[in-house]
């Protein structure tokens, strides 16, 4: 089954057709990325920055991060926060898309203009209401945990890195729900109703329909999704900072965005910055290959 | 094999952009002169937020257009937010980079050391000599070369609550053991809220925990023959912080955690005895809108914290410098500009707006009230953050913020310290 | 027989949906009802939780002088150029990396995947030589530019499932009644694709609407500034910053995303019956 596309005819419409994308990714990316790389080779600072020559450093950069205790402490904090993230927001956005087909339809618009709210509303004043909301003195969340009867007056949300993170994962999981409904929704309305009803009558129960038919329909979009969190969520970056600001210890709470952040714009250290980010990189590589690889096999098996 | 395909073509990206580059500096060299550029042009000076009242921009601009005919002057405001994102990226751009720009007295030095403005040695005398705020200058000093000057400075003083003094009979603090004293004995004296500061220390606050530090003698850091080094560890270091500890734990509701941002929001719910905030939080607690001026804001009394010897203690003292961009073309019309910024007319349009003006002498304009003398006293002992050039490293990692909400939570001083100052060793020297 | 599950699944999926539009809309509530309060309503100790008695200054600060609107036409020609160039390169990679069989293909597809990969936090400088290289600085085409290239290959990935999520077998049985290969695409394929497009689109478009970091070093002059940036004026740490007018901002900047996302959903809807009635 699936005889999916045209085999190999040898035609130049594909090449033709990857030609604008190419060429605007190359034009607006191709500089910035070798010079990325290029700088984690060098002693590169502000002063560099203003002129001054830069000094090669070979695998100065990398030597010093991979010796650097903290930074294995920070990558392994990430990991787990961004997988914790991405699985969820995963569940909770696919499980909310798959709801929606169930709802009356007035509940489902509700919720999608909801979503559509949250998902737009800018991150200056997502952050700045959440920071709000879990404030320790005047936070909404311990007025309301305190007229229930428990002890939350002043309670600090931030104080401990686990309660922080926490917090983080609210923000982040919320921030990132809507993209992940939205998308597994919008496939969930491309697959075929008929095959969906077939199954019924054959007697397959929602579950067995669901896993059968639903799912494997939307897989691409599915494990596209899923690998965008993971990607993104490995260098989740805005929502940690503002909360670093809040409260909480920032050497404890750093994760490898604060981390690089710290290092190149606050510490003026571009080089190490660079470094680090191309350790991200591969990093990110190590962490999805085998996922890409799965999806790229199931497709040319197709 | 294809990836190598997919890195050539980026390669010659890059080569055509930096053909392009090649063109692009052919261009705009051709305006300018080696001699400090040409005579008239289009002068962009970058001020930021709004500190600077619109009376000294009106001025400012009219004078300058004045007294260099056919030039204008365009100023450009930009925010605090951001804003060394924007300076390490503008001013590194021959075409794009404004001519003068504002920028905060602590982020100075890593610019001033990167070589990003124009050495302003030789007009020192002119713009101001020894009257210059002292500490601002030597902050932008780099071998013996200074390459910005101050523009505004101010300082943190005490607001108090007369009525709960009076109430807890407590005469304001002289000294700093009284300082102390009268804060835990507000804190007693009030038992609710829970969460009443007899003295309002929020835990990320080293801003304000340096003047403790700097009372009993001590330093954030010291400079040994050019090294510089972390002495929070030092026996006067430690006596310092542990008095920190002691007004956090004894004498302080705020969260332990917290910064020190919208102070007027306690103050008006009741929870604050005593406060360290820069002066112009009066204006938000007398605002009907963001304060309340029909209450408490009728019991505000200020003083300048007092030191140990009965002098202001040293506390440290914010602001701002001007400079002007190495890159800018119109060195002479610049210089010019920043001349005007530090004139006396300009200086004095600031202190009235409750700024301490940049030149010493025209500290008295601030005014004669209980601020005004406030303000006068505070700065007269102000200190500066350490002009190492990898200070706002150390800022920039918050080592200073994660030392003081330990403290607060009541950590060991002498190991916080040992720990705070290793890891500011290996940021400090850049 | 399957009554009563199917209406014991409804009436459980429409309280999840109900609870969950709390939680969603809750921040975005706390937003607008901010807008209509004065600083000291807004940051309390007892939260004023309906905006009753609340006033339209917050507003009026907003237009007090025309920096809004010339800040939202930035921000409408920077994005609009943004999402209709990245979704139509989008569209067309898509379509020939799922509908093609090629040499570099899976290259094409793996370097897409790892550009997306990068981290952005500290490319902005390069992207800054490289924008003044062009001398594109200050330019609303300098600013999509970048835009462009940040959305591109998260677009090119998600459109491709949608693409791969068509069964081809749609389009030969279409073939096979006559139509050409570009026709039976057109009419079968593309308006399936629609929820995909819509989907794409407004993420690209709330990634550009809302982006900080590159506007702020690529767009420093007044008149160029794009709505995060002018929101940023209502933030100063040297004068307390003034949140009720971060929040009435931020209601005003969230209007054109939900109008852009309304207006698209109708058409694809529309479009996307119409192509049911003509398949």
Redesign the interface.
């Known amino acids: 089954m699936?005889?999916?596309?045209?085999?190999?005819r040898r035609?130049p419409?594909?090449?033709a057709?990857?030609i604008?994308?190419?060429v605007?990714?190359a034009?607006?990316?191709g500089?910035?990325?070798v010079?990325?790389v290029v700088?984690s080779f060098q002693d590169f600072g502000l002063a560099q920055?203003f002129g001054r020559p830069p000094e090669w450093v070979g695998l100065g950069n990398y030597r010093e991060l991979v010796t650097d205790p903290y930074l294995w402490r920070v990558t392994l904090r990430s990991l787990v926060f961004c997988l914790v993230n991405a699985a969820v927001t995963m569940a909770?956005g696919v499980?909310?898309a798959l709801?929606?087909r169930?709802?009356?339809s007035w509940?489902?618009v509700?919720?999608q203009?909801?979503?559509?709210?949250?998902?737009?509303?800018?991150?200056?004043?997502?952050l700045?209401?959440?920071q709000?909301?879990f404030d320790t003195?005047?936070g909404?969340v311990n007025?309301l945990l305190t007229k229930l009867g428990l002890d939350f007056q002043g309670h600090p949300w931030l104080l401990e890195p686990l309660s922080f993170f926490f917090v983080a994962t609210v923000i982040v999981v919320?921030m990132s729900?809507?993209?992940v409904a939205?998308?597994v929704?919008?496939?969930l309305?491309?697959v075929s109703e008929d095959l969906v009803e077939a199954a019924?009558i054959d007697g397959a129960s929602?579950l067995q329909r669901l896993r059968h038919v639903v799912l494997p329909?939307?897989r691409?979009?599915l494990?596209?999704?899923g690998?965008?969190q993971v990607?993104w969520d490995l260098?989740v970056?805005t929502q940690i900072f503002i909360l670093q600001q809040a409260g909480g210890s920032t050497r404890d709470t750093n994760l490898?965005?604060t981390y690089?952040?710290r290092l190149?714009i606050g510490g003026g250290k571009?080089g190490m910055?660079?470094a680090?980010?191309i350790f991200?990189?591969l990093l990110?590589?190590i962490l999805?290959a085998p996922y890409?690889r799965a999806m790229?096999k199931q497709?040319s098996e197709d | 094999m294809?990836?190598k395909?997919?890195l050539a073509v980026a390669a010659m990206a890059t080569l055509a952009?930096?053909t392009?580059?090649a063109c692009?500096s052919d261009d705009s060299d051709g305006g300018s002169s080696s001699d400090g550029g040409p005579t008239t042009a289009d002068i962009r000076v970058w001020l930021n937020?709004?500190?600077t009242p619109q009376d000294a921009r009106d001025w400012l601009k009219k004078t300058f257009e004045n007294q260099n005919p056919g030039s204008t002057l365009t100023i450009?405001?930009?925010?605090?937010?951001?804003l060394v994102?924007?300076l390490?990226?503008?001013l590194?751009?021959a075409?794009?980079t404004?001519d003068v720009v504002e920028i905060g007295n602590t982020q100075a030095p890593t610019f001033t050391s990167a070589g990003a403005f124009s050495d302003l040695t030789d007009q020192l005398d002119d713009l101001g000599g020894d009257d210059l705020l002292q500490g601002f200058v030597d902050g932008a000093t780099v071998d013996g070369k200074t390459y910005a000057v101050p523009y505004y400075a101010?300082s943190k003083y005490i607001f108090y609550r007369k009525d709960l003094l009076q109430k807890a009979g407590i005469d304001v603090p002289t000294t700093m053991d009284e300082f102390v004293d009268a804060a835990i004995a507000l804190k007693k004296a009030n038992p609710k809220p829970a969460n009443f500061s007899g003295f309002w220390f929020p835990g990320q606050d080293w801003r304000n925990g340096a003047t403790f530090i700097w009372d009993a003698g001590g330093d954030l850091a010291t400079d040994d023959g050019g090294e510089w080094s972390g002495s929070l560890e030092s026996p006067e270091s430690i006596a310092g912080l542990e008095t920190a500890q002691k007004l956090f734990t004894e004498a302080s509701g705020a969260p332990k955690d917290g910064n020190e941002?919208?102070p007027?929001?306690p103050w008006?719910?009741g929870e604050v005895g005593m406060m360290s905030t820069?002066g112009?939080?009066t204006g938000?607690i007398n605002?009907?809108?963001?304060?309340?001026p029909d209450t408490l804001g009728k019991q505000i009394g200020v003083f300048a914290m007092p030191g140990s010897d009965g002098e202001p203690a040293p506390v440290l003292l914010g602001g701002s410098d001007i400079a002007i961009s190495a890159k800018s073309a119109n060195q002479e019309l610049a210089q010019k500009a920043v001349a005007l910024m530090l004139s006396d007319d300009y200086q004095t349009i600031m202190a009235k707006a409750g700024l301490t003006p940049a030149k010493t002498s025209l500290a008295p304009l601030l005014g004669d009230d209980e601020f005004a003398q406030a303000t006068i006293a505070a700065a007269s002992n102000a200190k500066l953050t350490p002009a190492a050039p990898g200070w706002a490293n150390v800022e920039g990692s918050r080592v200073l913020e994660d030392l003081f909400s330990a403290i607060a939570q009541g950590g060991d001083v002498t190991e916080l310290a040992q720990k705070a100052d290793e890891q500011m060793n290996s940021q400090i020297n850049g | 027989m399957?009554r009563t599950?199917r209406r014991s699944?409804?009436i459980?999926?429409?309280v999840?949906?109900?609870v969950?539009?709390?939680?969603?809309?809750f921040?975005?509530y706390?937003?607008v009802n901010?807008s209509f309060l004065?600083?000291?309503e807004?940051?309390?100790?007892v939260?004023t939780w309906v905006p009753f008695g609340g006033n339209l200054?917050n507003y009026r600060t907003v237009f007090e002088t025309d920096q809004f609107l010339n800040a939202l036409k930035i921000s409408l020609m920077v994005t609009v150029l943004t999402i209709v160039?990245a979704l139509?390169?989008?569209f067309?990679?898509a379509?020939?990396?799922?509908?093609?069989?090629?040499r570099?293909?899976?290259?094409?597809?793996?370097?897409l995947?790892?550009?997306?990969?990068?981290?952005?936090?500290?490319?902005?400088?390069?992207?800054?030589?490289?924008l003044?290289?062009?001398?594109l600085?200050?330019t609303v085409i300098g600013l999509s530019?970048?835009y462009?290239?940040l959305v591109?290959?998260?677009t090119?990935?998600?459109l491709?499932?949608?693409v791969?999520?068509?069964?081809?077998?749609l389009e030969?049985a279409a073939m096979m009644d006559g139509c050409s290969r570009t026709q039976a695409f057109f009419r079968i394929t593309f308006p399936?694709l629609a929820?995909?497009l819509?989907?794409?689109g407004?993420?690209g478009f709330?990634q550009a609407w809302?982006e900080?970091?590159l506007a702020?070093?690529v767009m420093?002059?007044?008149d160029q500034r794009t709505?995060?940036l002018w929101?940023?004026?209502f933030?100063?740490?040297?004068?307390?910053?003034d949140?009720?007018g971060?929040?009435a901002g931020?209601?005003l900047?969230?209007v054109p995303?939900?109008v852009f996302?309304l207006v698209v959903q109708g058409r694809m809807v529309a479009g996307l019956t119409s192509g049911a009635v003509k398949g």
């Open positions: 699936n005889g999916s596309a045209p085999r190999a035609t419409l594909p090449y057709l990857l604008p994308a190419t605007a990714l034009v607006a990316l500089y910035p990325l010079r990325q700088l920055q909770i499980g909310l709801l929606m169930h709802m009356t509940v489902r509700l919720l203009t909801g979503l559509l709210l949250a998902w737009a509303m800018p991150v200056v004043a997502s700045t209401v959440w709000w909301l003195q005047y909404i007025y919320w729900v809507p993209f939205f998308t929704y919008a496939a309305t491309q019924e929602p329909a939307i691409p979009v494990l596209v999704v690998l965008l990607i260098r970056f490898l965005g690089i952040y190149g571009f910055a660079a680090v980010a991200m990189l990110t590589v999805t890409v790229l497709e | 294809r990836i395909k997919t952009t930096a392009l580059a692009g937020g709004t500190d450009e405001q930009q925010e605090w937010d951001g994102e924007k390490t990226t503008s590194s751009s075409s794009e404004p101010g941002a919208d007027w929001t008006c719910a820069p112009w939080v938000l605002d009907p809108k963001s304060g309340c | 399957s599950p699944l409804r459980g999926a429409n999840v949906g109900v969950a539009f709390l939680v969603a809309i921040p975005v706390w937003m901010s004065n600083r000291n807004i940051r309390n100790p939260p200054d160039v139509a390169f989008a067309v990679a379509v020939a990396v799922s509908r093609f069989r090629f570099g293909r899976m290259s094409f597809i793996v370097t995947l790892v550009i997306q990969m990068i981290p952005v936090e500290g490319l902005f400088i390069s992207q800054y030589k490289m003044e290289a062009m001398d600085l200050n530019l970048v462009v290239s591109l290959p998260f090119i990935w998600t491709r499932g949608f791969t999520g068509v069964p081809y077998e030969e399936l929820p995909g819509v989907a794409t407004v993420f709330i809302n900080f970091t702020l070093v420093t002059r007044e709505l995060p929101l940023s004026t933030t100063d740490v040297n004068r307390g910053t949140w009720g971060i929040m931020s209601t900047i969230a995303v939900i996302f």
